[in-house]
C-alpha cells in the first residue's frame, strides 16, 4: 500500500506542474486513469521457451496494470514474417508494438513507418537502429553480457582442472545469425574480453556457428562442430536456441561437462534437464518475464500520452524506478535523439543444478 501511495504521489506532483515537468522527474502513469491500450508484443520466434516466457510474464503483468497484450509472431524465425505483423498493425492502427528484432536493419523501414502511423514502436531482446524505434529495452550492455559469456566458460573450465589463464583453450560461438544487434555485440564484446585477459585462447572458426535459431538447424550445427574440432575446449551459444540445440548434442555424442564445456544464454526451464544429467555446467539468463512486462509497459504508457526522453527516471508499478539511457550504452556510434533511448534490466542470472529449481520461466 504504501508503494501504491508513494506511486500516486509522484503522479500528482506530475499532473500539476504539467508543462513544467522536466525530463529527468520521476513518473508513473495514473492507476485511475488507465487508458484503453493494446500492445502487440512479437517475439523473434514462437514456441521457443524464452520468448513464451516473456509473453507470459507481459500477459499477467498487463492483467495487473489494466492494458492489454497481442501476442503475434511466427513458429519460423523469419525477416518476412515480422515485417508481416508489422504491417498489419499499421493497417489496423494499432497504438504500440514491442518488437524482438530478427535483424539489426531489415525492420528499420517498416519500423519507420509504423512510428509516422502514430504507433508507439518499442523494441527489447534486439533492437533496430535508434531512428526506427523509441525506446529499447535491453538485457544489459554488450560488455555486461559478452563478459558473462566468458566468466561462465572459465568458472566450468575450472571445475573441469584446466587453467584458463595460461591453457591454449579452443573455442567457438554457436548463435542463431551475424545480423542480430544484440547476440553480435556479445560475442564481439567477449572476443574483445578474450584477447584482453586469456591471450592463449584459441578461436576454431572466427566466422563462427549460425543456426538461425531453427532448433533442428542448433542440433545439426552442434554435432558438426564436434566433428570439424573434436578437442574444442569451449562452445559459447548466445541465444535461447542453440544453447539447447548445443547440449543435445553434446548429449546424443555420449559426452558431458566433464568433457566439454558448453554455456551461453537459455531459460532454466529450457536447460534444467541438462543441469541435472551433467550435460552442462552451468549457463544464464535475465529475467526474461520481468523484460515482457517491461518493455510491453512502455508501449502502454507511452501510447497512453506520456513522453520519455534521455535522462529521464519512470517509476514503473511493481518493478521500481528505471532510467532512460543514450543509445550509446549499447552502440557508441548510436542514435543520439532525445526520444530515443535504451531502459537496462536490473539485473541477470546464472544458472546451475544447485539453483535451477528455484526459477520457472
Known amino acids: 500500500m504504501t508503494r501504491i501511495i508513494r506511486f500516486l504521489a509522484v503522479l500528482f506532483v506530475s499532473l500539476a506542474c504539467g508543462a513544467c515537468s522536466s525530463p529527468d522527474e ?33 500477459q499477467e503483468y498487463a492483467a495487473r496494470q489494466g492494458f492489454k497484450v497481442k501476442y503475434l509472431g511466427s513458429p519460423e524465425a523469419k525477416v518476412v514474417s515480422q515485417i508481416a505483423i508489422i504491417e498489419s498493425a499499421i493497417a489496423e492502427r494499432a497504438q504500440a508494438i514491442a518488437v524482438s528484432s530478427l535483424d539489426a536493419r531489415a525492420l528499420d523501414e517498416v519500423m519507420k513507418r509504423a512510428l509516422k502511423a502514430g504507433i508507439k514502436v518499442v523494441t527489447w531482446d534486439s533492437d533496430v537502429s535508434g531512428d526506427a524505434r523509441l525506446i529499447m529495452v535491453s538485457q544489459g550492455t554488450p560488455s555486461q553480457l559478452g563478459r558473462m559469456l566468458v566468466e561462465m566458460a572459465v568458472k566450468s573450465l575450472g571445475k573441469r582442472g584446466k587453467k584458463p589463464a595460461t591453457d591454449p583453450i579452443k573455442y567457438a560461438w554457436h548463435y542463431s545469425q551475424a545480423s542480430v544487434a544484440d547476440q553480435n555485440s556479445w560475442r564481439v564484446a567477449g572476443e574483445e574480453y578474450i584477447r584482453a585477459t586469456f591471450p592463449s585462447w584459441i578461436n576454431v572458426n572466427p566466422d563462427n556457428y549460425y543456426s538461425e535459431q531453427d532448433p533442428e538447424k542448433a542440433l545439426a550445427v552442434g554435432l558438426r562442430i564436434f566433428q570439424e574440432h573434436p578437442d574444442i575446449d569451449v562452445i559459447i551459444c548466445n541465444d535461447s536456441t542453440s544453447l ?22 537459455a ?63 549499447l552502440d557508441p556510434a548510436a542514435y543520439t535523439a532525445s526520444d530515443s533511448g535504451v531502459v537496462l534490466l536490473p539485473r541477470r542470472s546464472e544458472f546451475t543444478a544447485e539453483n535451477v529449481d528455484a526459477y520457472n520461466f
Do not use: H
Not at 31 to 47: E, H, L, R, S, Y
Not at 246 to 257: C, K, R, S, T, Y
Not at 305 to 316: R, Y
Open 244 to 265: 539447447p540445440g548445443q547440449a543435445q548434442a553434446l548429449q546424443e555424442l555420449g559426452l558431458d561437462a566433464t568433457a566439454v564445456t558448453v554455456t551461453g544464454f
Open 26 to 58: 520521476s513518473q508513473t502513469l495514473n492507476a485511475g486513469q488507465k487508458a484503453d491500450v493494446t500492445v502487440i508484443f512479437v517475439p523473434k520466434i514462437t514456441g521457443n521457451a524464452f520468448f513464451e516466457a516473456a509473453n507470459l510474464g507481459a
Open 267 to 329: 531459460s532454466p526451464n529450457a536447460m534444467r534437464r541438462f543441469a541435472k544429467d551433467g550435460t552442462v555446467d552451468r549457463w544464464g539468463l535475465w529475467d526474461c518475464q520481468l523484460q515482457g512486462a517491461l518493455a510491453t509497459y512502455i508501449g502502454y504508457y507511452l501510447a497512453s500520452g506520456n513522453q520519455l526522453n534521455v535522462g529521464q527516471m519512470v517509476d514503473v508499478p511493481e518493478i521500481g524506478l528505471i532510467e532512460v539511457m543514450p543509445n550509446a550504452v
